[in-house]
């Protein structure tokens, strides 16, 4: 399946099943529903926090708080690209049916081919099978193809879609800056902890030759008595 074919159904996120996810009590708090807007669902903003979980595994309270503000900037990130693909496809059944029309020389006084045409699309671009079935046998018998009808949605979409894709850019950013810090802090971390070890052994671990203190040192220093 191709990227314009994809955009026929709504966009659905992959996800590791995350049914034995457990968020302990200590930090359920940072994991409210505080950033969902408008009709953001709250079971797909679920779905990628257990995924989320489950694959990073997070050990003690900083991991948890820099799990947090990973999921905010992904979830931020899957938001504006679903409200962009969604702005997009709300374009299309009319494109398909205008090109549908353009194929067939425009002759449609009544407007009723025109209407059918949007209704079938509307119904295939939501993910209806029979109408996706019809709707790329209209198409396919004219030439033209779904790239071709999302490519015109994308550039009618533009003024709007663009600043959805600039917070999208904005929201990869903050996520690839904090997992560099993470990395950073991670291998600081690391590093004084293996400087801490060598120190401790150093001072803990026995000489080889012992200090000698007192007559012991004068008794060193002294010439061998001959025999």
């Known amino acids: 399946m191709d990227g314009a074919d994809n955009m026929i159904v709504n966009d659905q996120i992959e996800l590791v099943s995350a049914c034995d996810v457990e968020i302990p009590a200590a930090y359920k708090y940072l994991f409210a529903d505080d950033c969902l807007i408008g009709l953001d669902s709250a079971e797909e903003y679920r779905q990628i926090r257990d995924s989320l979980i489950a694959d990073t595994q997070p050990m003690d309270v900083i991991d948890w708080i820099w799990l947090r503000d990973l999921l905010d ?72 193809g779904l790239e071709k009808i999302a490519f015109v949605a994308m550039q009618r979409a533009h003024d709007n879609t663009r600043y959805l894709e600039r917070d999208m850019g904005r929201a990869e950013k903050r996520r690839d800056q904090l997992i560099k810090d993470i990395e950073a802090r991670k291998t600081i971390v690391a590093h004084r902890m293996r400087l801490a070890a060598e120190r401790v052994k150093l001072q803990f671990e026995a000489p080889i030759i012992p200090q000698v203190t007192g007559r012991g040192v004068d008794a060193i220093n002294e010439e061998p008595v001959e025999q």
């Open 73 to 144: 900037y992904v979830w931020e990130y899957c938001r504006a690209r679903r409200i962009r693909n969604e702005l997009i496809r709300s374009y299309m059944p009319a494109i398909a049916s205008s090109m549908i029309l353009a194929a067939d020389g425009d002759e449609d006084p009544s407007g009723n081919r025109k209407k059918y045409n949007i209704s079938v699309a509307e119904k295939a671009f939501n993910g209806d099978a029979k109408a996706r079935a019809t709707l790329n046998n209209l198409l396919t018998a004219r030439g033209i």
